[in-house]
């Protein structure tokens, strides 16, 4: 067989192993690409064919590209002031409720225009991607508005144009209620529903649609429904943000809707988790966010484990509760913070992460998926959760290239 690529000499952590070795590791490996996809892989000794080009991975570790299934990195601005707002004691929602928080990035992202926010967008990606990534998730909603909202998609999508690196882009027009809504938080929905996610969708902007389900500073189920109605009815696939400041009952509520994934849940509830787990949803941990805002209601991980819910690690880039630009960081505080092991930390920026975004030709290392692969010039899989502030990432591949 003939290859266009071969990868010698390095350890696979394949993410594809059987029941009970989930990391899946081939020691003196090789993987092989044609047209982009994985054509083969396994031991060196096993290899079926030669290759146009062959590379010597000199014993590094070679994983699935990384996925970082939660960001919203494309905003104006940034909100450092209020930073220092809350080290003087005032907490995240009493600024959300003053008109600053979400709101505050809106007003700069309104004023951005679409070069603005891939001029600021850039090196934030190019942080993620500099750690292995090779997959970015990346929403909408500091918009709040059509216009601004389909800017955000399109300055993702350019950025994807851009740079070796696949992004997927999701609607989060329902993420806080606009200024000029105020006190007519249903009519902001009815109109997210009606307007935003239909002419997201004529023009191919979102890959899938999202929502902050919260009865204090979010939206209610009610409305929340509404508009993941809408998204399915156009053939979206839907999301949640859930459960991340009290407890909504909203587990429950992504697993009725059939949402690819609940992101935050620290407040979920057992019963919430086993739906979703049925459901087929990934449950999306989010420690920058917990460290950030100083959370410190833990998510039920012993429940998570026992419904046998599938999880995922991100970043949440965004300038309010997690500015985070590095995933592997996100590693380290999932178990530190959550005490996950390193086999469902890693299994959460790989294989999980690529079914929360509803992307099955990803996340493992198996032939006939993307050839998306990350390098690692480390001991053993934990070192990837072990360091802090270490980037032992030393390649990254992206269809095979
Ligand atoms: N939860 C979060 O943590 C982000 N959005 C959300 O619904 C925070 C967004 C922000 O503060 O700008
Ligand atoms: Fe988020």
């Known amino acids: 067989m003939q290859f266009d690529r071969l990868w010698l000499n390095a350890t696979l952590v394949t993410m594809d192993g059987p029941e009970g070795d989930p990391l899946g590791v081939i020691r003196d490996g090789a993987i092989a690409a044609k047209d982009g996809r994985i054509a083969w892989l396994g031991p060196r000794a096993a290899i079926p064919g030669s290759a146009a080009e062959t590379i010597d ?28 707002q809350r080290l003087a004691g005032v907490s995240y929602e009493e600024i959300a409720k003053a008109g600053g928080g979400i709101l505050s990035t809106v007003r700069a992202t309104r004023a951005a225009d679409e070069a603005a926010l891939i001029a600021s967008g850039t090196p934030r990606l190019a942080a993620l991607m500099a750690e292995g990534v090779t997959t970015v998730e990346i929403k909408s909603g500091y918009g709040l508005d059509i216009e601004t909202e389909l800017r955000q998609l399109r300055a993702a999508r350019a950025l994807a144009a851009a740079h070796p690196v696949r992004i997927e882009t999701t609607l989060l027009a329902a993420h806080a209620t606009p200024p000029e809504y105020a006190g007519r938080r249903t009519d902001y929905a009815a109109h997210v529903a009606q307007d935003i996610i239909p002419a997201a969708a004529r023009e191919g902007l979102a890959d899938a649609v999202d929502a902050f389900l919260d009865t204090a500073i979010g939206f209610d189920a009610r409305e929340t429904a509404m508009v993941l109605d809408v998204a399915h009815g156009l053939g979206l696939p839907v999301k949640l943000h859930a459960d991340q400041l009290r407890d909504d009952d909203g587990a429950a509520f992504a697993a009725r809707h059939g949402a690819l994934s609940a992101d935050h849940i620290e407040y979920a ?43 995922a690690l991100a970043t949440d880039l965004n300038p309010g509760s997690s500015p985070a630009l590095s995933l592997l960081l996100m590693l380290n505080l999932g178990c530190t913070l959550f005490r996950l092991t390193v086999e469902e930390a890693l299994l959460g920026v790989t294989r999980h992460a690529a079914a929360a975004l509803g992307r099955q030709d990803r996340g493992r290392l198996a032939p006939g998926l993307l050839c998306d692969l990350a390098l690692f010039d480390i001991r053993q899989p934990a070192d990837l959760c072990y360091w802090i502030g270490r980037n032992p990432c030393t390649g990254r591949v992206v269809g095979g290239r």
Do not use: K, W
């Open 269 to 311: 509830n057992p019963a919430g988790l086993r739906a979703m787990a049925r459901a087929g949803s990934v449950g999306v941990l989010l420690p920058g966010a917990f460290y950030f805002i100083r959370e410190t209601h833990h998510p039920d991980v012993a429940a998570m484990r026992e419904a046998g819910l599938r999880l």
């Open 57 to 84: 991975c000199a014993g590094a570790h070679l994983l699935p590209g990384l996925i970082d299934c939660h960001t919203h990195l494309v905003f104006g601005g940034d909100r450092a002031g209020e930073f220092q």
